[in-house]
């Protein structure tokens, strides 16, 4: 499953007046109406129980070159937060930097084997349209290769060009 690539995005949840966020390269889109996502996630993973008591959850998808934003919140460090620039929206904690958000509310964890699968429904999307995003596949970051080709832009540049 390795080769099969990802998006990655770091799902996070406030409790406790508290931070807390954790990358998944799990997310997936299931229904347009009502507009839904599924995650599945570690029974240890310590983001779950904080998106229980919340009732809420967040998603930042992460864009091409965020690598190190990846790595930092899949990390066993507890000071994630301290890392990275970030905001509480609509008490949520969202990274200043991702080219996407989803504001969820968790409506069904369903059991998969060591994880479990949380289908949650989408209260609110923003993205900056075209930006390229952040991929994952044989153990290594990158991005859609098309997007390296376009306009001859670095993708330093792009990213660059949608954070305005
Ligand atoms: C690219 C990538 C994708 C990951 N995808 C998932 C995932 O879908 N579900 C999951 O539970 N952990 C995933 N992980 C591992 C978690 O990020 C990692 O175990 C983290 O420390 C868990 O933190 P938590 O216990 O605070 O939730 C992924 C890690 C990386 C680097």
Redesign the pocket.
């Known amino acids: 499953m390795a080769g099969v690539c ?1 998006p ?1 995005a770091v799902v996070t949840a406030m409790a406790d007046g508290l931070p ?1 966020g ?5 997310l997936t889109s299931l229904s347009l109406r009502p507009p839904m996502v599924t ?4 029974r ?5 129980p904080r998106i229980r008591r919340a009732g809420r959850f967040g998603v930042n998808l992460l864009g091409a070159g965020q690598d190190g934003v ?2 930092i ?4 460090a507890a000071d994630r937060f301290d890392q990275v620039e970030w905001y509480a929206d609509e008490g949520l904690p969202r990274l200043r930097d991702a080219p996407g958000w989803l504001v969820c509310r968790p409506r069904r964890f369903v059991a998969g084997g060591d ?1 479990l699968l949380l289908l949650g429904l989408v209260d609110r999307v923003w993205g900056a349209e075209g930006a390229p995003p952040l991929v ?1 596949g044989h153990r290594t970051f990158g991005t859609h290769s098309a997007f390296t080709r376009r306009k001859h832009l670095s993708i330093t540049d792009q990213i660059a060009a949608f954070a305005r």
């Open positions: 990802t990655v807390h954790t990358t998944v390269g799990s995650v599945a996630l570690d240890r993973s310590r983001l779950l990846a790595d919140f899949a990390s066993p994880h994952h």
